[in-house]
Nanobody, 125 residues
Framework: QVQLVESGGGLVQAGGSLRLSCAASGLTFSWYTMGWFRQAPGKEREFVATISWSGGGDTYYVDSVKGRFTISRDNAKNTVYLQMNTLKPEDTAVYYC?????????????????WGQGTQVTVSS
């Protein structure tokens, strides 16, 4: 049974930082491309960042977080991270990690097979 469990969310002031973690189990983690998505109240889920299965460096970000967020992974720990700096109120959302059975990065939610339950990030102004 595949499980993705996010942690690290919380309440932070604008300009602050958070690091989200997503621990995976029940799958061969190093074979999967990993992604982070988010969903704000009243909005559709949107892509945030992705990192390829190899962890060698193929990453891709939505324009709104480039230069502020960094995705990384530790295949030895079956964990993917999202370091979020210079947070803005518009970053407030539930953040989900997801796993795609693919070697290639993807920003499409349709490519992701497994999803976590999400962790709330709230940025106050």
């Amino acid at each position: 049974q595949v499980q993705l469990v996010e942690s690290g969310g919380g309440l932070v002031q604008a300009g602050g930082s958070l690091r989200l973690s997503c621990a995976a189990s029940g799958l061969t983690f190093s074979w999967y491309t990993m992604g982070w998505f988010r969903q704000a109240p009243g909005k559709e889920r949107e892509f945030v960042a992705t990192i390829s299965w190899s962890g060698g460096g193929d990453t891709y970000y939505v324009d709104s977080v480039k230069g502020r967020f960094t995705i990384s992974r530790d295949n030895a720990k079956n964990t993917v991270y999202l370091q979020m700096n210079t947070l803005k109120p518009e970053d407030t959302a539930v953040y989900y990690c997801a796993a795609a059975d693919s070697r290639y990065i993807s920003s499409s939610s349709a490519d992701y097979k497994y999803w976590g339950q999400g962790t709330q990030v709230t940025v106050s102004s």
